[in-house]
Every structure is written in structure tokens, then in C-alpha cells.
């Protein structure tokens, strides 16, 4: 019998000073305007990036020629505190519907202008031992300057509204 390796998550955490509800909007409604459309995994042009704002919602991509490719699926949706995505991608960075790693974004009213995010990204083992540490050592590089993009983001929108 062969036991399963445990990879480590990999935990980001982030502040901003804007209130809790714009926060998560800004993480959610807004990922449009703070996602990379350069860091797209469905092979085309990207339009937009999207979430779909409920339970069962997805992450998606929109291509300029309009085919849609899921990233991620909502399993757990309590705005304007948490969300929990199953993350369906392949350590190649390609669309894969049977992947489950799991991303679980937390917001915390540190008081009523500061929000404290808490991003975790786990369950890596779920891709395999090889392929689950690729993915790891990609994603624990590659949230930081996501996460700054955000927090720059939710900053703008927080001081001009």
C-alpha cells in the first residue's frame, strides 16, 4: 500500500487599506481589472477574467474570439469574509476539469479601513507527487506580485470612491 504524500501549502498574506466588502470586491467583481491577462491557460488572447460571484460560480477566461476556459470552481462562497475554489489546472498550466487543488481566500476586517487577505493554496498532493510540487513551487512565486496587484487595485478604487 502506498501512502500519499502531503505537500505544504503554500499561505500568502496581504493589507490594504480599504474596507472588508471593497476588498472582496475588488478580489471577486473586480478581477478583471487587477488579473494578469497575460497569465491565461486557455491558449488564446485573453478578453476578460471573470468569477462568478456564487456558489458553484467558476473562474473564467474569456478569449477575444469568445471561447471561455474554467480555471477554478467556487465550493464555498460567504462574502464578504471567505471563499474556497477548486483550482483546475495541470502543472503545465493547462485547463484539466480532474485537478483539485484548492485556493481558500480569507478577509479580515482589521478595522473599518484595513482588511487583512489570507490566501492559502493546498491540496497539491491531489495532482500527484511530481506534478503537485511543480505546481507548488509555480504558484508560491507567483501569487506575491498577483496579491501586490490586487492590494494596488483595491487601494485606487478604495481612495477615489
Known amino acids: 500500500m502506498s501512502e500519499r504524500v502531503m505537500i505544504a501549502p503554500v499561505q500568502k498574506q496581504v493589507q490594504v487599506r480599504a474596507p472588508i466588502d471593497h476588498a472582496f470586491a475588488v478580489f471577486t467583481s473586480g478581477l478583471n481589472r487587477w488579473w494578469p491577462h497575460t497569465h491565461g491557460v486557455g491558449g ?3 478578453s476578460k477574467v471573470l468569477i462568478e460571484p456564487r456558489l458553484g460560480g467558476r473562474w473564467l477566461e474569456i478569449a477575444e474570439d469568445g471561447t471561455q476556459t474554467v480555471v477554478a470552481t467556487i465550493t464555498l462562497w460567504e462574502p464578504p ?3 474556497v475554489m ?5 502543472a503545465q498550466w493547462k485547463p484539466d476539469a480532474a485537478m483539485r487543488s484548492e485556493v481558500d481566500v480569507r478577509f479580515f476586517a482589521e478595522d473599518a479601513e484595513t482588511t ?5 493554496h493546498h491540496k497539491f498532493e491531489t495532482m500527484g507527487e511530481a506534478a503537485g510540487a511543480s505546481m507548488r513551487r509555480d504558484v508560491d512565486g ?3 506580485g498577483l496579491l501586490q496587484r490586487f492590494v494596488a ?5 478604495s481612495s477615489s470612491s
Open 81 to 83: 469574509q471567505r471563499f
Open 86 to 90: 477548486l483550482w483546475q489546472i495541470d
Open 153 to 157: 487595485e483595491a487601494e485606487r478604487r
Open 44 to 46: 488564446k488572447p485573453i
Open 116 to 120: 487583512r487577505v489570507e490566501l492559502v
Open 142 to 144: 507567483g501569487w506575491p
